[in-house]
């Protein structure tokens, strides 16, 4: 079954930088593209445990900080390294909050074919 988290206002991250939260007993990082489009991820990169939401940021992918792994932010594929990661449908409520979809139990929805991540 599946769960929507508010996960507070998106002015809180800048454009272009990603966030982490603490959701279900899971690390998520949230990413503001510069386009104004948001991503949700898990929070730990699955080479070394880098954190993700400290990673390099450009269009729709995500370089990991620590050893340059890259994945594709709509899809969690993996560009450059030997996995992907879990990605979560977020959206921008009007009142401006981000709004996070996950499973009760913390995990990522079945992927579904959809743009979630516009503004």
């Given at each position: ?43 730990q ?22 050893h340059?792994w ?50």
């Amino acid at each position: 079954m599946k769960t929507k988290v508010n996960l507070g206002p998106l002015s809180e991250i800048p454009a272009g930088e990603g966030r982490t939260f603490e959701v279900a007993a899971r690390t998520i990082a949230v990413f503001h593209g510069r386009d104004g489009r948001i991503f949700a991820t898990q929070g730990q990169c699955p080479h070394k445990g880098g954190p993700l939401a400290d990673g390099l940021l450009g269009g729709t992918t995500l370089i990991c900080p620590l050893h340059e792994w890259s994945f594709d932010l709509l899809s969690g594929m993996a560009l450059q390294g030997a996995c992907g990661i879990a990605v979560y449908p977020i959206e921008k409520a009007p009142d401006g909050t981000l709004i996070l979809e996950m499973e009760e139990d913390g995990t990522q929805p079945p992927w579904r074919v959809t743009d979630y991540t516009k503004v």
